[in-house]
């Protein structure tokens, strides 16, 4: 399954809220988690099975969708948020999307 | 406390194979399962194979011909080996643990090790 993300690059305000799309080839069966990349580090896990919550993510982090696309939802963009999101499924084998870079405008 | 951490060379030359150790503490190789994803600068990472708890293995079909992943249990260790590197196959690589048993998701990533392919 290929994994397309939108946009690739993503300009925002603090207090912002952003949503970051995520579409597969083929139906993902809500098997998708989201991750967060800063400079430098491992990515994070923010989201597993489509909505559920990493312990200790903040709230302002949610995710949704079904079928093929889906999304990841920031309520209120804060400076620490700046960073590249990745979509990552794993309903048939295991495959990362090309990634949104989330930059402060 | 789970962690991870790759070790192995810098540098490779084109053409030459690629070995890396992922060492893990904190749970056992024989009750979680550990892959290996690597990441070229500035896109997206790519899963590239996978050692399951119970010693059986898995490759993404674009490095099956070139990677080989085993373990010592003993040590608590992970190998990497992948044959007739390129230059594209420069980039960070990471050994990473699912979050559980039931889970599929990568929730530990160890600190990646750099590997560029250069002669």
């Known amino acids: 399954i290929q994994l397309t993300q939108s946009p690739s690059l993503l300009s925002a305000s603090v207090g912002d809220r952003v949503t970051l799309s995520c579409k597969g080839s083929?139906?993902?069966?809500?098997?998708l988690a989201w991750y967060q990349q800063k400079l430098g580090e491992a990515p994070k896990l923010l989201i597993y099975?489509?909505?559920s919550l990493q312990t200790g993510i903040p709230s302002r982090f949610s995710g949704s969708g079904s079928g093929t696309d889906y999304t990841l939802t920031i309520s209120s963009l804060q400076p620490e948020d700046v960073a590249t999101y990745f979509c990552y499924q794993y309903n048939n084998g295991w495959t990362f999307g090309g990634g949104t870079k989330l930059e402060l405008k | 406390q789970v962690q991870l951490k790759e070790s192995g060379p810098g540098l490779v030359q084109p053409s030459e194979t690629l070995s890396l150790t992922c060492t893990v503490s904190?749970?056992?190789?024989?009750?979680?399962?550990v892959s290996w994803v690597r990441q070229p600068s500035g896109k997206g990472p790519e899963w590239m194979g996978r050692m399951w708890y119970d010693g059986d293995t898995a490759y993404n079909s674009a490095l099956k011909s070139r990677l080989s992943i085993s373990r010592d249990t003993s040590k608590n260790q992970v190998f990497l080996k992948m044959n007739s590197l390129q230059t594209d196959d420069t980039g960070t690589y990471y050994c990473?643990?699912?979050?559980?048993?039931?889970?599929?998701?990568?929730?530990?990533w160890g600190q990646g090790t750099l590997v560029t392919v250069s002669s």
């Open positions: 099975n489509t909505n």
């Open positions: 904190g749970f056992s190789l024989t009750s979680y399962s």
């Open positions: 990473t643990r699912d979050q559980s048993t039931a889970s599929d998701w990568f929730a530990y």
């Open positions: 083929q139906n993902i069966n809500n098997y």
